[in-house]
């Protein structure tokens, strides 16, 4: 079955970690660059990060450089997010996407910024 599904989710304080992960089967997963994207309650889908089939090359929106960082297991068809200092702004569910023959979500995970 193709389909991405993440998990690492959850209510954190400000200023914590939290790691994302993105489980891939049913494609070639060393084939393809992967992503992750965030929205937040009344916003667009918005891009965080960017990571090459290797994995040599990364890709950051402003809001996610020096605090993020998207790295790959291509032999465990893996995409993790560490997500380092996070902020309340940071608050959204968070998507791992890759397009193959077409545009590929997971169902997402909620990441909860809170005091």
């Known amino acids: 079955q193709v389909q991405l599904v993440e998990s690492g989710g959850g209510l954190v304080q400000p200023g914590g970690s939290l790691r994302l992960s993105c489980a891939a089967s049913?494609?070639?997963?060393?084939?393809?660059?992967m992503s992750w994207y965030r929205q937040a309650p009344g916003k667009e889908r918005e891009l965080v990060a960017s990571?090459?089939?290797?994995?040599?090359?990364?890709n950051y929106a402003d809001a996610a450089k020096g605090r993020f960082t998207i790295s790959r297991d291509n032999a465990k068809k893996m995409v993790y997010l560490q997500m380092n200092s996070l902020k309340p702004d940071d608050t959204a569910v968070y998507y791992c996407?890759?397009?193959?023959?077409?545009?590929?979500w997971g169902q997402g995970t909620q990441v909860t910024v809170s005091s």
């Open positions: 049913g494609f070639t997963f060393s084939n393809y660059a």
């Open positions: 990571i090459t089939r290797a994995g040599v090359h990364t």
């Open positions: 996407y890759t397009m193959i023959w077409r545009a590929l």
